[in-house]
């Protein structure tokens, strides 16, 4: 039987040292960002503190306090406004390209990056869809089929622009609610096998691809260019020993790691707390998704069960993903590190997505 409870606590207080821990490992990474080019370094600062941290804090408890499933009555809506969004940003004169992407619009010199819309989209539609489906989520016809159809959308948008890293968090949390929606596992494998042969032609169609996959076996060749981001890396993470350098005082920061505020962050973090500071920041991360999980399997909605799952696979997935491609046992990606990188409308949604799980945590049933 359901029971009106207070949010989860223990969630709630992972999440709180999660941004804390976030914004002073970015404000010591971003020191070098402010050694190079002060203005750049405000405008950096605004958005992380403004835009993402107080707005995205402002937007997390205003979306605790209401009902999560009204998001059910307007799923299919919100896919379509970000679908929409991100055919709008590919087209030249609209979007804003950076470093051969097209993946952001920029408003009042304010950028939003709409892919993170997206993937929030995304789970909250499939969530819909696989708790109507119910025991038809067993069918090929129509339970796996359509899920191929809904991740092929989301590769043609996003791989247009490229954005691979973000399609991948898509596809981690898209088997996540499938699986738990009561998805079969030996279509799982059938996609994985057809995600492998579609890597590979990704690899031979895309030059970068190939170059990440290349750069992740023979990390130790080209030390000047494409394997310049994990050599310095490993550099800054060794270099931190057990309790690190000491907050601030990263040395690869400045002119070494490439974007250290971005996915190369928690390098900074390692060289600065050492083993022990990595350590703990991931056991943080294990911790949000063992309570987060906790709550799926407490809540007696479907939809919401589904649509945690969801979101907590694909937020500590991208956290490991990002920490593995600076660990050098996962290929390099441009992912950012959830509640610690820059990225205003990646921490905005990321909050977004936790006053959710908070909504959702007060109506799970007492066992």
Not at 325 to 341: D, E, K, R
Request: aromatic letters at 12%; glycine letters at 10%.
């Amino acid at each position: 039987m359901a029971s009106k409870l207070k949010v989860d606590k223990q969630f709630l207080l992972s999440v709180i040292i999660l941004i804390v821990a976030g914004l002073l490992i970015f404000s010591s990474a971003s020191l070098g960002l402010l050694a190079k080019d002060s203005t750049q370094y405000s405008s950096v600062a605004f958005s992380q503190t403004v835009l993402g941290f107080c707005l995205g804090s402002l937007a997390m408890y205003l979306v605790a306090k209401r009902d999560y499933k009204n998001l059910r009555k307007y799923a299919l809506s919100f896919l379509i406004i970000a679908v929409i969004l991100n055919v709008l940003v590919v087209i030249p004169g609209l979007g804003f390209e950076h470093g051969g992407a097209r993946r952001w619009f920029v408003v009042f010199g304010i950028s939003f990056q709409p892919s993170e819309v997206l993937k929030l989209a995304f789970v909250v539609y499939l969530s819909a869809w696989a708790a109507a489906k119910k025991e038809k989520m067993k069918n090929f016809k129509e339970g796996f089929v359509p899920l191929v159809g809904l991740f092929t959308l989301a590769a043609v948008l996003l791989l247009a622009q490229p954005d691979t890293d973000n399609f991948l968090m898509i596809i981690f949390a898209g088997l996540a609610i499938y699986l738990s929606g009561g998805g079969r596992w030996r279509y799982v494998v059938l996609l994985t096998i057809v995600g492998v042969l579609g890597i590979t032609a990704l690899a031979l169609s895309r030059p970068y691809v190939m170059q990440r996959i290349n750069t992740f076996f023979h990390p130790e060749a080209n030390g000047q260019g494409s394997s310049y981001q994990i050599q310095q890396s490993l550099i800054a993470i060794g270099s931190g020993g057990v309790f690190g350098r000491g907050f601030g005082q990263s040395v690869q920061k400045f002119n070494f790691l490439p974007e250290p505020i971005g996915d190369s962050i928690f390098a900074v973090e390692a060289e600065e707390f050492g083993f022990v500071g990595a350590s703990l920041l991931i056991l943080l991360y294990v911790f949000f998704a063992v309570r987060g999980l906790k709550i799926a399997s407490e809540t007696s909605d479907t939809f919401g069960r589904l649509l945690t799952v969801g979101i907590v696979i694909m937020i500590v997935a991208q956290a490991f993903v990002n920490i593995g491609a600076m660990l050098g046992v996962l290929p390099l990606s441009g992912i950012t590190l959830p509640f610690v990188s820059h990225g205003g409308t990646s921490l905005f949604i990321t909050l977004v997505e936790v006053g959710i799980i908070l909504s959702i945590s007060k109506s799970r049933a007492i066992k």
